[in-house]
């Protein structure tokens, strides 16, 4: 059983910056594959974001991709999105998930365990 927890949500500017962390109970980190999606309202969950276990490999979505940063430190048991340039479109709630897949996984179906999620908000 893995508990992911978030942080960092909120109300930036457009051009703002935010960091996300999610931090995970559990002693098999470095394990699992971490991911992050967002759903803005009326909207599917949509991937953002995933990073391998061990290998720390990383695959982006195209609509993110050169803004945002993922990275994890498995000896805090916690992956991090940075978010950079942010766009009114970015608006979402943003979930950490974890999956039992050693490589990335894009779909939510492929992750087990999921956070309550945080708000970011960019004004335009």
């Known amino acids: 059983q893995v508990q992911l927890v978030e942080s960092g949500g909120g109300l930036v500017q457009a051009g703002g910056s935010l960091r996300l962390s999610c931090a995970a109970s559990g002693r098999t980190f470095s394990s699992y594959g971490m991911g992050w999606f967002r759903q803005a309202p009326g909207k599917e969950r949509e991937f953002v974001v995933g990073?391998?276990?061990?290998?720390?490999?990383?695959y982006y979505a195209d609509s993110v991709k050169g803004r945002f940063t993922i990275s994890r430190d498995n000896a805090k048991n916690t992956v991090y999105l940075q978010m950079n340039s942010l766009k009114s479109e970015d608006t979402a709630v943003y979930y950490c998930?974890?999956?039992?897949?050693?490589?990335?996984?894009?779909?939510?179906?492929?992750?087990?365990?999921w956070g309550q999620g945080t708000q970011v908000t960019v004004s335009s």
């Open positions: 990073i391998s276990g061990s290998a720390g490999v990383t």
């Open positions: 998930a974890a999956t039992y897949y050693s490589r990335v996984r894009r779909l939510p179906g492929e992750y087990a365990y």
